[in-house]
């Protein structure tokens, strides 16, 4: 009896020590509340389209983003400016867009939390501020988008309040994207801004609609979540395409690597959701404000609901044989957009908590019954986490710790299964996993 007590004791003790009871702190600090004030004050600015009124205090997407630039402000107040928000904006003509009305500024509203280790290393969370109501050229109808994408912005500012009492050495990004839903010229704006500062991007989640759990599809479900990413890079080179062909890869580009990251740190931290990694860049032949950054090379996904409901999404609000249409406060489901939120929130601390991802990660073993890797040395890792996994398996599924830079796994043949490497630091904190990106003879 007595060395069973000793074995559970030495298991309980290891799992505690593979997880960080911050993360759970974080969990247990948002709000749903807040979350629901804040997406009930944004549906009260009557209408955010990207080309709507920009002078009134009351209406419009002028007033709502200096809402938004105000609520962050307040934040930053309350962690001693920890916190730095400006405007990034880009113009935006009529001449060749056929979704834009009037020629205006497209703005932004970005807050950025500096690291105290890696300030020029970002991982971003961003919501939309705009809505639209049918006609998306309709800048004047009341349109007020509480879960398109008032809940993607709500649990923006409230990942900002509730990590905002942290320090990290990463920094984070906590953004109000406009224009999406005329063409993701907000996204493409910054993503062109991030390249010509030369910000390293560890990655963007994108949160458009994270607040619905009843679908068109007749499902009710407050747990499960999508993470769409692309399988490669859109910018890869064609010497990259032509060695993938040989040595694998169709599936782990950078954005599939941090869909895994966030499945894999919400099953560990909040085991009762269901995050479902949909193998696309989008829904179904449509695109989301993760997709600007992918294009220029960056690592993103969207985070969303699991069943939508079309009737609440790009309608003007109205009843017809018996269907209420309208994208309108009464539909949010706070608690899930909490949920969501929290997701970000722990994959945005978790990330920026750790040491940054090795540059370079080599692989050999070809006609030998074991497999070699060899990586970079990340300065401030602890040690390393090599990881294999079947090739037909969406998840990394066996690891190996270690605390050198190379390593033999003896007996696992490099034919059959896919292998990466992460970074570790001494807070336990993992980076996102890389795909070898060089080969060993």
């Avoid at 109000?176 to 390293?200: I, R």
Wanted: net charge neutral; proline share 3%.
């Amino acid at each position: 009896m007595k060395k069973l007590t000793l074995l559970f004791f030495a298991i309980t003790s290891t799992l505690i020590a593979q997880t960080d009871a911050k993360i759970y702190d974080i969990i247990n600090a948002v709000s749903s509340e807040r979350i629901k004030a804040d997406i009930k004050t944004l549906t009260e600015f009557g209408t955010r389209n990207t080309f709507s009124d920009t002078v009134s205090n009351t209406r419009g997407i002028g007033a709502a983003r200096r809402w938004i630039k105000a609520e962050f402000d307040k934040i930053s107040t309350d962690c001693n400016n920890c916190i730095t928000t400006t405007y990034q904006k880009d113009f935006v003509t009529k001449e060749g867009n056929r979704r834009v009305p009037h020629d205006a500024w497209v703005v932004n509203v970005v807050a950025i939390q500096k690291g105290t280790k890696y300030p020029n290393k970002y991982v971003i969370m961003s919501g939309d501020i705009d809505s639209r109501a049918s006609n998306t050229m309709d800048f004047t109808t009341d349109a007020p988008g509480a879960n398109d994408n008032a809940s993607g912005m709500a649990g923006t500012i409230e990942a900002a309040r509730v990590l905002s009492k942290y320090k990290f050495e990463s920094s984070i990004i906590y953004v109000g994207l406009s224009g999406e839903e005329q063409g993701l010229f907000g996204g493409a704006g910054l993503a062109k801004h991030a390249k010509e500062k030369g910000w390293e991007i560890i990655g963007i989640l994108n949160n458009d609609m994270i607040g619905n759990i009843t679908g068109v599809d007749g499902v009710i479900d407050n747990r499960a979540f999508r993470i769409f990413s692309e399988p490669v890079p859109a910018n890869e080179t064609e010497r990259q395409r032509r060695m993938r062909r040989f040595y694998g890869g169709e599936v782990d580009g950078i954005s599939r690597q941090l869909a895994r990251y966030i499945h894999k740190n919400t099953k560990t931290y909040m085991p009762e959701m269901n995050p479902m990694m949909i193998y696309r860049l989008d829904r179904f032949g449509r695109g989301g404000h993760h997709r600007p950054f992918n294009d220029l090379g960056f690592a993103g996904i969207r985070i969303m609901e699991a069943h939508e409901n079309y009737t609440q999404q790009h309608q003007d609000i109205r009843t017809e044989n018996g269907v209420n249409y309208g994208d309108t406060f009464e539909h949010v489901n706070f608690g899930y957009a909490k949920k969501l939120t929290a997701v970000n929130a722990i994959n945005l601390a978790s990330l920026a908590w750790a040491p940054e991802a090795p540059k370079e990660v080599a692989i050999g073993g070809i006609v030998e019954a074991s497999a070699k890797l060899k990586w970079s040395k990340v300065d401030g890792a602890k040690g390393y986490k090599i990881y294999w996994r079947d090739t037909t398996s969406p998840t990394w599924d066996n690891s190996r710790y270690i605390e050198a830079t190379e390593f033999t796994l003896e007996g696992i043949v490099i034919d059959n299964f896919f292998f990466g490497v992460s970074s570790v630091g001494e807070n336990g904190h993992e980076s996102v996993v890389v795909f070898p990106n060089k080969i060993m003879r």
